[in-house]
C-alpha cells in the first residue's frame, strides 16, 4: 500500500530481499565471532544462519567490522530510544521510504482475498539469540499462553481486534502461522509495520514456559520459594509486564532472547553506559554473504535531559542520534566538527495539539465545549505568528491537519480558523451564547459560575507555548489554567475521563490513516478530545461509553470501512471521507506545522540516508536497517 509520498526521499536506498541459495553462498563473520568459533565456543556462522537469511543492500557501501554506535538516552524513561535502534524487528517491517510493507522476520507473506486470514512463512532454521530455535511455536506460545491469558488481562492491545473480536492465530507447520480475524482487516500490514508489531515475536518459548504452571506445575511454588508472591509475579520479573514492548519492564532483563540485532547486556536506566553486544545468530547478510551486524556494539550513554544528549553530542558521545538532538542540532552542529548532519522528515502534523473535553463529566461545560463556534473562538484568538516566532522559528500556522507532503493533505481542515482576530473570536463566543462576564472580565457559563477550565500537558517546552497560548484565550475572557503534570498521571486522567482539555503534539502528519486519533474518536487511549465516544467505538456496552452524535458515527462506519478493505486507493477515499467530516466538526485546534528537523552523524559512520522519515509508527530509524551501519576504522 502506497500511503505516503516524498520528493525528497529518493536519497534512501537500502533494499531488502530474500537469499534463494543461501546454502551456495560462502558466509563471512565479525572477527569477534570468527575467533569464538575457533576456540569452539560457538558454532559456524552457516550453522548459525537460516536456511534463507534475509539480504541488506547497504544504503551507500559494503561495510566493515567493528566500532561502538555511541548514543544519549534520557535518563530512565527513555524506552523508545531503544526500540527506534535496536528493538525494531517485527513480521513485516516498513521499508526505508515508509511507502509500503514487507516481510523482515517472515520469508513471505500472503493474506487472503477477503482480508480476513494472513499465512505467514518464517525463515526455516531461524535462531533467538541463545542460539535456540525460532519457529511457529513460539507465536502461537505468545498467543495462546500470553495473549489468552486470563493472568494478563491487559496483553490484546486494539489493533489486534477487528469487528470487536481478538485476532485467531493458528500454527499450520513448523514454520507458518496464520493470523485470523472475524472481519476483513485490510490496515493489518500496517498496524503489524508499527513498533508494537514486534509483539508476535518477541516471546521465546523455551525461555519462558517453565515460568508458567501449564508447562511447569512447580512454578508457583518454585516462584514463591524466591520471594515472589507466585508465578506471575516472577514472570513479570523476568520478562517485564506483557503487551506491549513500550513498557520500561521489558528492558530490565539481559537474559531474554531476541531477534535483534543486538544483545543487550546489561540493566535498562541503570547501567551507565548500557552496551548491547552483537547478536552471533543475527539472521541478515549484505549482499556479499557476510553476516550483519558490521558494528560490534552500541552504546547508550544516560544524560539527566533532551537538552544534555547535546552536550553530550558536542563532547564526542555521539556518533549518531536524530532523537533528542534534533532541537539543538545546529548548535552541536557548530561545536562538534566531526558531526555532520542528516534530515528527517518531519510526521507530526502540529507543534501544539489543544484538545477540548467534548465529553468533559461537568454536563455544562461539556455543551459549551461540544458547541463548535466556541472552539472556532478559540482558534481565532491564538496569534500563532508570535508564538512561532517564540518557539518554532520556520514553522507555519497551521491546523490539526495531515501535512502538506501526503496524499491526505485536506486543505480546509489544516487552514480554516487560523487567522488571529480577538474581535471575531468575540463574535464567535457571542454565536456560542456567551457574553455575559463577571466583575474580573471573565466570561458567566449559562449557569452563572465562571467559565475557567484547566488544560493539561505534560513536559516543559510544551507547557511553555501552552502557557502563552492560554494568554490569548484568558484576553478574550475565558478563564483557562495550564498545568504540566508528570506522565504517568497525564495518561492516567485521560483514561478515566478525568480531564477537561489537553495539549499534546500532533500525531497523525504523514501516517493520518495509520494514527487517525486527532480526526476521529477511535481510540479510548489516545482520541482526549472524546474519550467517552471513542469508548462506544471500541465497546458500546462499556460503562463509560457515551452514544456519539450521527457526524461521528457516521466517521466510525466510515472507518470500519476503511479498516476492512485492503484496496489502498478505496482506503484513500475513505480516509479522505473521514477528513471532511473532521473538518466541519472542528475537534481539535493547532498551531503551527512543525519544519523538518536534523539528526548528527559522525563523518567516519557510513550508510546513514541523508533522509530518514521522522514519526514513531516508523520506528525511527530503523526501517533503515541500521545493521547495515558501519563505521570506517583508522
Known sequence: MKQFKYILIAALGTILVNIPEARAVEFGESPVLASQVAAGTLPPVKDRLPTTPMIVTPNDRIGVYGGTWKMAQRDQRDQALLIRNIGYEPLLRWTPQWTSTIPNVALSFQPSSDATEFFFRLRPGMRWSDGAPFTADDITFWYEDILLNPAFPDAVPEWLTAGGNAVQIDEVDENT??????TPYGLFPTALARPEGVEPVSYPAHFLKPLLPKYNPNADEEARALGFAGWKDRFIDVFGNPGTIDDPSRWLNPDVPTLNAWVLTGVYGKDDPLIAKRNPYYWKIDPTGRQLPYIDEVSFTLVPSKSAAGDAAIAGKVNMQERHVSTRADEVLAANDNLLPFTLIESDMN??????????????LRKIFQNKDFRIA??????RDNIIARFVPGALPHQAAPRPESPLYHTVLARQYIHYDQAL?????????????????????????????TIDTEGADRFAMLDAVIQYWRDIGVDVTARNLPRDEFVSLRERNDHEASAWGGDGGLDAMVIPINYLPMSAESSWFATGWANWYVNPNSPDAMTPPEAVQKQLALYNQLKETANAEKQNQLMRDILDISADQFYVMGIALPPNRKGVVAKNFH????????????????????????????
Open 378 to 383: 478559540l482558534s481565532h484568538a491564538i496569534d
Open 607 to 634: 550508510n546513514v540516508p541523508k533522509v530518514i522519515p521522522a514519526a514513531w509508527s516508523y520506528a525511527t530509524p530503523a526501517p533503515t536497517n541500521p545493521s547495515q551501519y558501519y563505521i570506517e576504522q583508522k
Open 351 to 364: 507543534t501544539l495539539t489543544l484538545s477540548l473535553n467534548l465529553n468533559d463529566k461537568d454536563p455544562v
Open 177 to 182: 502461522v496464520a493470523f485470523r480475524f472475524s
Open 425 to 453: 473570536a468575540t463574535d464567535y463566543l457571542a454565536k456560542a451564547g456567551l457574553m455575559e462576564k463577571d466583575q474580573d472580565g471573565f466570561l458567566l457559563r449559562p449557569d452563572g459560575k465562571r467559565l475557567s477550565f
